[in-house]
């Protein structure tokens, strides 16, 4: 047994849809304007090819949670997403042999603190202040691969109580699940653990305490979140 000179922190975990089994995680990686109705709300090009950024793996929050609002942000946005759970991995993964690595699908919410995002690109300063906070990855169960027909395609869509905000589809990413991963893995080496947000349709916004933001993925399952108010 490791003798650690602190407490061991505990293992990021996602649930599994129907079991008690939990999915560890090791790393958080979100594609970034794979959307191209998002990209233009955004006011960017969109001929630009999507990037990667990352979130720590202790960012996820389970379905159903109360998050409390961030901190130094006056612009929260929730940006509802496709989660892809990788059960193994490795470098330059080939598109037609990438689903082959993958362990299940879930949805998700990139939780953006917008305001420090635009100040940092602006300042072409890194990004993680507005993208890898605290409780920033809201994730839901996680359904296995197998149960799921076609990761690219089935209505997405997020509500805000009650309200649809986001509403599109799979098929509306610029690239695949199995792009998506070819292109990752030319850049980092993949492993199991690892987790995938594949980026987010139109209709991102702001979010308040009291807010109750509710998603949904055709086909792969629902998750929910309630915003609280800001940490002490």
């Known amino acids: ?29 979100c ?13 960017h090009d969109v001929r630009d090819p999507p990037f990667f950024f990352a979130k720590p793996s202790d960012a996820v929050v389970a379905d159903g949670a109360t998050i409390a609002y961030p901190s130094l942000t006056k612009d929260c946005h929730h940006e509802v997403e496709l989660v892809v759970a990788m059960k193994s991995g490795g470098r330059n993964i080939k598109a037609d042999k990438a689903l082959d690595h993958v362990y299940g699908y879930g949805v998700g919410i990139d939780l953006t603190r917008r305001d420090l995002q635009i100040a940092s690109r602006k300042k072409e300063r890194p990004w993680e202040v507005g993208k890898a906070f605290d409780n920033s990855a809201p994730c839901g169960p996680l359904v296995p691969a197998a ?86």
Request: aromatic share 4%; glycine share 10%.
């Open 31 to 43: 594609v970034g304007r794979n959307y191209e109705e998002h990209i233009k709300e955004m006011g």
């Open 147 to 232: 149960k799921v027909k076609d990761p690219n395609k089935g209505r997405i869509f997020l509500k805000n109580n009650g309200t649809v905000k986001q509403d599109g589809d799979l098929a509306q990413m610029i690239w695949n699940v199995q792009e998506i991963i070819e292109k990752l893995s030319e850049m980092v080496e993949l492993a199991a653990g690892d987790i995938i947000m594949t980026g987010t349709p139109a209709g991102v916004a702001a979010c308040v305490p009291g807010d109750k933001l509710e998603c949904e993925i055709e086909g792969i399952g629902k998750m929910s979140v309630s915003i609280g108010p800001a940490a002490k």
């Open 1 to 29: 047994m490791t003798d650690y000179v602190i407490p061991q922190p505990p293992q990021a975990t996602l649930a599994v849809a129907g079991s008690s089994q939990k999915f560890p995680v090791r790393r958080i990686w």
